[in-house]
């Protein structure tokens, strides 16, 4: 069975920093495509961003030039660099893994911007 762990959210103010973690269960981490999505109180969940198996990032427009995706294989976890947050990206967070067929999601962790 595939678990995949979220940690880092939490309550920051506007413009400042955190740094999500997705650490996953899998036998073969690197050659899962690893991404993050968001789901906000009463809205859809949205894709934020996807790092390939050959580390090729995508960025949804909303959070590009403030959020960096990155992954370490040897740890089988993948990061959610988050800068100059804004209240708009309160939401829970959730990391993904895909390949082939296996498409697994994780828990979700809460991150909330407020002053």
């Known amino acids: 069975q595939v678990h995949l762990v979220e940690s880092g959210g939490g309550l920051v103010q506007p413009g400042g920093s955190l740094r999500l973690s997705c650490t996953a269960s899998?036998?073969?981490?690197?050659?899962?495509?690893m991404a993050w999505h968001r789901q906000a109180p009463g809205k859809e969940r949205e894709w934020v961003a996807t790092i390939n198996r050959g580390d090729s990032t995508t960025y949804a427009d909303y959070v590009k030039g403030r959020f960096i995706i990155s992954r370490d294989n040897r740890e089988k976890t993948a990061y959610l660099q988050m800068n100059s947050l804004k209240p708009e990206d309160t939401a829970v967070y959730y990391c993904?893994?895909?390949?082939?067929?296996?498409?697994?999601w994780g828990q979700g962790t809460q991150v909330t911007v407020s002053s």
């Open positions: 993904t893994a895909r390949h082939g067929a296996g498409n697994y």
């Open positions: 899998l036998s073969i981490f690197g050659i899962y495509d």
